[in-house]
């Protein structure tokens, strides 16, 4: 059972262009996290999405940023017009029911944005 | 494979107590120990991370330890507050990130 799949690993963005990261859940999991962790920082929630439906966005920036989990294919964390303080770790996290403590990790994205 | 276990399972306190959360895991080769708060419904809140080089670290009435050689991190809190109430989960990152069951807290008013 392949754990939660995250791509790319590293991406490299200039100020303006568009970062989209993905994250494929674990088998059987319908329940996908996405945090961000700034450098020397923990982890901070972003969002929490179902197939097909977003359940709590409270810590997506209100411009910029979205997010989808489509009934087939990976989740995905749209970011247009990337700016440097855009420049972290992204992780996404599945679980196979609303149960955080079931949550896996993926290995995350490193977004650089120059 | 890393495991974490957080004890106790469930925690009620009347208002104003202070309180220990215990977490341990059984690879002591961590990068980070992190606390989370998890409310209803919501996602993580990362509340203390501390990294394996540090002992503890403090933000406002929360105070987080981790003895790494010998598997365990505490959660204190000072003087809780009904607004406390929530589940917390530690989690400690080798190559990926495992978590506790966590301690849903209960603060009674």
């Known amino acids: 059972n392949a754990g939660v799949m995250q791509n790319p690993r590293h991406l490299v963005r200039r100020r303006g262009q568009e970062a989209r990261l993905r994250c494929s859940p674990m088998?059987?999991?319908?329940?996908v996290y996405w945090y961000r962790q700034l450098p020397e920082e923990g982890l901070k929630f972003m969002v929490y999405?179902?197939?097909?439906?977003?359940?709590?966005e409270s810590g997506m920036p209100k411009e910029r940023f979205s997010a989808e989990f489509p009934k087939e294919g990976p989740s995905i964390l749209r970011i247009q017009q990337v700016v440097r303080g855009d420049s972290a770790a992204y992780f996404c996290?599945?679980?196979?029911?609303?149960?955080?403590?079931?949550?896996?990790f993926g290995p995350g994205t490193r977004l650089t944005v120059t | 494979k890393q495991e974490v276990t957080q004890i106790p399972a469930a925690l009620s306190v009347p208002e104003g107590e202070n309180l220990v959360l215990n977490c341990s895991f059984t690879?002591?080769?961590?990068?980070?120990l992190q606390w989370f708060r998890q409310d209803p419904g919501k996602g993580l809140t990362s509340l203390l991370l501390?990294?394996?080089?540090?002992r503890e670290q403090t933000s406002g009435r929360l105070n987080a330890s981790l003895d790494k050689s010998s598997g365990r991190s505490t959660l204190y809190i000072a003087a809780s507050q009904p607004g406390d109430s929530a589940t917390y989960l530690c989690?400690?990152?080798?190559?990926?990130?495992?978590f506790g069951a966590g301690t849903r807290l209960t603060v009674k008013p």
């Open positions: 996290a599945s679980s196979p029911r609303d149960r955080a403590d079931e949550q896996y």
């Open positions: 088998k059987g999991h319908s329940h």
């Open positions: 999405l179902q197939k097909e439906n977003i359940i709590d």
């Open positions: 690879d002591s080769a961590i990068y980070n």
């Open positions: 501390i990294q394996s080089s540090q």
């Open positions: 989690a400690v990152k080798n190559n990926d990130m495992r």
